[in-house]
């Protein structure tokens, strides 16, 4: 073996060495202290559901842990070996910037996790910038000159934590129990990483790599120091204030905005706008909060002033996009006007809010999951929330904000919206009355959201209740129509099986295919397939076709005068079940009774005709099962020839599985209007979708193959179901992590 690459293998052994050791004994600490920190969660759980969530992961974890710790120590060990292997390293997942980690592809129900990791990364490689730096550099020496950074060095804060999170994944605990522990995982693993440095660091010096290096700092783009300032500047005060949150990263959504936001901008100072839109030097004092807030009042009242908000129109949404983007000049003109001199910037965190809130708004107004009609109304909100979020920084952290959830609310009643389903406007016009409320009179009393979350909660409950009674209708009169035709079809099936290659008398067919056959869907209906009742029933049928069997010898005559009794009762009996009349009932059973005596011989010896045809008697109840063998016989014919044929493997097939009662649909058939509607039922019998509209009246049923045809041919959508900040705030980080697309505008100039 070569020299040179025997002392790089004993180096990296070395290397691997202490971060095991050290890395084994602080996930332990960390996981030791899980049970303790779930244990107090679930006592202080605010009910039995949220109690279970906590017990059912301090179980979870216990069964999980070896797994998770030998992953996670293993895939660390191996990146180390794989060092001077660089054609492996780029293999290894690891994100660009502490600001961009696996956020651009993140689905909303991993946004949290996602952002947990960013703020650990982002704080922790902050913190050691200086002993990572060095342990980068003499890792690079001895890698032969191949550059090792913050991304590619398996013992920094980002590798550490997404080699972490994968292992995590032999837990299927609830999100909020994973929070938990990557909480833990940052106190006594990422925390302690100043001593594993310092340790490899004098270790490596000791064995002449780099021995007189100094801890110098190379700053790499504006992008990643502005993100390191930036989440430095939040990282202290955010952090105290949510510390002790159950379940929650401190600070991680606002921490990683900022950065992104600072990222973005390319430094850590304010962003300073001049004439053109070129960067101009900072003029006079940053507004202070009150002068924001003074300048949105002003803005706000204009609005208020021009009058009642018009019934919205789709159109409207293009100019209201332009007064979103343009509104950081409107504020600074006016703040301008107030104080008598135009600022040319404002203070970096104001600058986040403001932008933060118009991509809020940017956003409303492209989702597609709210009809245009009501994307408008919300975005005429755009002021009394950045107010808000100017008052109150918390309100873009903490789900259970009144100011967040009143918007998530009203985007969940405008969800449901329709021309059709609102014909006398009442949705509409209370959206419309809570936006004039805000516009009017939120000035600076936060209280005003409990207030109106109050309301729009009011009014939901009313209609609630009323589109849940005419669901249940709907719902109950379509299972009814389906039993009745499952049983209708099952009674057919049974009498023509039975019936099969005879040739039976019209008076005798007619008796089945009509009156019997309506006697055996009412007992299917009342006592079931399992019932003796219905089992009775069809040995009636048995033993009505064996008695027209010819009887030509005195032990057949003897067996048929036997059975005619029993018959002629069972009859009597069905036909009183299906309401037929008494003098009817006699009617027809004197001529079954005539048609036995034919079939005995005793009409022959008195010379008596008999008339054993059918009968008006016989037709009381018109229904018979030939309209229904008809029926399956079309659409048999209907789905081998015309129906588009979904193959189960299609992404459309596969989401229409996977659809649950509640989901809302947008349904646009060519000319028709575009309708919104939620599915209610799905069938256990036919397998059937049925969908009503917010008032809970029915819109539509489509069989599975149908709906996945409409989903194909681009005539149905299935809408989010997550509330509307959330898929905001997943878009937004998405939207700021792509380092390749160009910034948000800059302040707007006059």
């Known amino acids: ?25 602080w996930v332990g600490n960390a996981f030791e202290h899980v049970d303790d920190a779930l244990f107090d969660l679930a006592e202080k759980a605010e009910n039995n559901a949220a109690q279970m969530h906590y017990f059912d992961g301090m179980r979870e974890v216990r069964k999980r842990r070896p797994a998770v710790e030998r992953n996670f120590l293993g895939a660390i060990s191996r990146h180390l070996g794989e060092l001077t292997h660089p054609a492996q390293q780029q293999s290894v997942p690891t994100p660009a910037t502490p600001g961009t980690v696996e956020l651009s592809l993140v689905a909303d129900n991993e946004l949290e996790e996602s952002l947990a990791i960013t703020s650990m990364i982002s704080k922790n490689e902050s913190r050691l910038s200086r002993d990572l730096f060095s342990v980068n550099q003499r890792l690079s020496v001895i890698c032969g000159g191949h550059k090792i950074d913050d991304t590619s060095n398996p013992v920094a804060p980002a590798i550490l934590s997404q080699a972490f999170r994968l292992a995590l994944q032999e837990l299927s605990a609830d999100m909020r129990v994973k929070l938990i522990i990557y909480k833990l995982f940052d106190r006594y693993l990422l925390s302690s990483l100043e001593e594993l440095y310092q340790e490899i660091n004098t270790e490596l010096a000791r064995a002449g790599v780099l021995p007189q290096l100094r801890h110098e700092i190379v700053r790499g783009s504006g992008a990643k120091a502005a993100a390191t300032a930036s989440s430095n500047a939040q990282a202290a005060g955010a952090a105290a204030e949510t510390a002790e949150e159950a379940g929650e990263i401190p600070s991680d959504l606002l921490q990683t905005l900022h950065a992104l936001f600072s990222a973005r901008r390319g430094s850590t100072g304010a962003t300073v706008v001049g004439s053109g839109g070129m960067p101009a030097m900072p003029s006079g004092p940053l507004p202070s909060a009150n002068e924001l807030l003074g300048a949105l009042s002003v803005l706000q009242s204009q609005i208020a002033s021009a009058g009642p908000l018009p019934y919205a129109q789709p159109n409207d949404a293009i100019e209201l996009s332009r007064e979103v983007m343009q509104l950081k000049g409107q504020l600074l003109s006016q703040i ?42 919300l975005a005429r909100l755009q002021i009394p929330y950045l107010k808000a979020a100017i008052l109150d920084r918390k309100m873009f952290a903490h789900r259970q ?54 309301d729009l909660q009011q009014f939901q409950d009313v209609n609630k209740r009323r589109s849940e009674l005419a669901e249940q209708r709907v719902a109950e009169s379509t299972r009814g129509r389906e039993k009745l035709e499952q049983a209708r079809r099952r009674a057919a099936r049974e009498i023509l099986d039975r019936i099969g290659e005879h040739k039976l008398p019209p008076l005798v067919h007619g008796v089945l295919a009509r009156a019997w056959a309506n006697h055996l869907v009412l007992t299917l209906l009342r006592q079931g397939e399992a019932s003796p009742e219905y089992r009775s029933a069809l040995h009636f049928v048995d033993d009505l076709i064996v008695s027209t069997r010819p009887a030509q010898d005195p032990e057949s005559r003897q067996r048929l005068r036997q059975m005619i009794p029993s018959i002629e009762r069972a009859l009597r009996m069905g036909l009183t079940n299906v309401a037929f009349q008494e003098h009817d009932i006699d009617r027809l059973l004197s001529q079954l009774h005539a048609y036995y005596r034919q079939q005995l011989g005793e009409t022959a010896e008195t010379g008596e005709t008999v008339i054993v045809d059918e009968d008006t008697a016989m037709l009381a109840i018109p229904d018979s099962i030939q309209p229904v063998i008809d029926r399956d016989a079309e659409l048999d014919e209907h789905v081998d020839d015309d129906a588009v044929v979904v193959p189960p493997d299609s ?45 809970g009246l029915k819109v539509a049923d489509y069989s599975p193959q149908e709906l996945a045809a409409l989903l194909i041919d681009g005539h149905a959508r299935v809408l989010a179901a997550n509330a509307l900040f959330d898929r905001a705030l997943s878009a937004i980080v998405g939207r700021l992590s792509q380092t390749d697309s160009p910034p948000a505008p800059a302040t707007d100039t006059e």
């Open 401 to 454: 904000h009144p100011a967040r959830r009143l918007l998530d609310g009203l985007a969940e009643q405008a969800k449901s919206w329709s021309e059709e389903s609102d014909r006398d406007r009442r949705l509409h016009d209370k959206v419309k009355t809570i936006v004039e409320q805000l516009l009017h009179d939120f000035d600076d009393d936060m209280g005003i959201f409990e207030r109106l979350l109050a």
């Open 336 to 377: 301008g006007a107030l104080r008598g001199e135009r600022p040319s910037h404002v203070a970096t965190i104001d600058e986040d809010t403001i932008d933060l809130v118009g991509m809020l708004f940017e956003f409303i107004l492209e989702d597609r999951n709210l009809p245009a009609e009501m994307q408008v109304l």
């Open 651 to 695: 992404p459309e097939w596969q989401q229409v599985q996977a659809l649950q009662p509640g989901t809302w649909l947008e349904f646009s058939h060519v000319e028709e209007a575009m309708t919104r509607a939620k599915l209610s039922w799905i069938s256990p019998m036919s397998g059937r979708y049925l969908f009503v509209n917010r008032r």
């Open 1 to 25: 073996m070569d020299p040179a690459s025997e002392r790089v293998g004993e180096l990296l052994n070395a290397v691997r060495g202490i971060a095991n050791r050290r890395l084994q004994q």
